[in-house]
C-alpha cells in the first residue's frame, strides 16, 4: 500500500473557509456567498474538478512528450452536474490551439479516459473514516 496523496483542511473563522496544505502548498477553500460562504476559495467540488483537470493535462503532455509529438497549448474544463433524480457526472472538454489529426483526436480521447484520475472517479474509492 502506498499513499499517492494527501492534504489536510484546518478551520478559519469565517463560516465553510478552510486552509488546505498539501506538502508545502496551500489553498483556501469556502462555498460561494449563495450558501453563506465568502467565495474567497475553491469549494469541494472544485477541488474534485481541478483534480480531474489537472490529471488530464499532465497525462495528455506527458503522453506527447514519450512519444515525440507536440500537442502545443490547450485548455481543460470540467464541470460538476447533478439532478434532482440524484444523478451525477462530470463534463469534461479540452480545446487545442492547434488543430488535431483525426488520428491524434481519438488518440486524445481515448488517453483522457485512462487518466489516473478518470480511472479513480469512475470505479469510485472506499473512504474509511477516523477520529483521532
Given at each position: 500500500?502506498?499513499?499517492?496523496?494527501?492534504?489536510?483542511?484546518?478551520?478559519?473563522?469565517?463560516?465553510?473557509?478552510g486552509d488546505v496544505?498539501?506538502?508545502?502548498?496551500?489553498?483556501?477553500?469556502?462555498?460561494?456567498?449563495?450558501?453563506?460562504?465568502?467565495?474567497?476559495?475553491?469549494?469541494?467540488?472544485?477541488?474534485?474538478?481541478?483534480?480531474?483537470?489537472?490529471?488530464?493535462?499532465?497525462?495528455?503532455?506527458?503522453?506527447?512528450?514519450?512519444?515525440?509529438?507536440?500537442?502545443g497549448e490547450f485548455?481543460?474544463?470540467?464541470?460538476?452536474?447533478?439532478?434532482?433524480?440524484?444523478?451525477?457526472?462530470?463534463?469534461?472538454?479540452?480545446?487545442?490551439?492547434?488543430?488535431?489529426?483525426?488520428?491524434?483526436?481519438?488518440?486524445?480521447?481515448?488517453?483522457?479516459?485512462?487518466?489516473?484520475?478518470?480511472?479513480?472517479?469512475?470505479?469510485?474509492?472506499?473512504?474509511?473514516?477516523?477520529?483521532?
Amino acid at each position: 500500500m502506498a499513499i499517492i496523496a494527501n492534504a489536510s483542511v484546518k478551520t478559519l473563522p469565517e463560516p465553510w473557509s478552510g486552509d488546505v496544505t498539501s506538502g508545502t502548498h496551500r489553498l483556501i477553500t469556502d462555498k460561494s456567498e449563495s450558501f453563506g460562504g465568502q467565495d474567497k476559495g475553491l469549494a469541494p467540488y472544485d477541488f474534485i474538478c481541478s483534480g480531474l483537470i489537472s490529471c488530464t493535462m499532465i497525462t495528455l503532455r506527458m503522453y506527447a512528450q514519450h512519444k515525440g509529438f507536440e500537442l502545443g497549448e490547450f485548455t481543460v474544463e470540467a464541470d460538476f452536474n447533478a439532478n434532482k433524480e440524484g444523478q451525477e457526472w462530470i463534463e469534461r472538454r479540452l480545446a487545442f490551439m492547434n488543430p488535431l489529426s483525426d488520428e491524434l483526436h481519438q488518440k486524445v480521447l481515448d488517453i483522457c479516459q485512462k487518466t489516473p484520475v478518470t480511472k479513480t472517479l469512475l470505479r469510485s474509492v472506499e473512504i474509511k473514516t477516523s477520529l483521532l
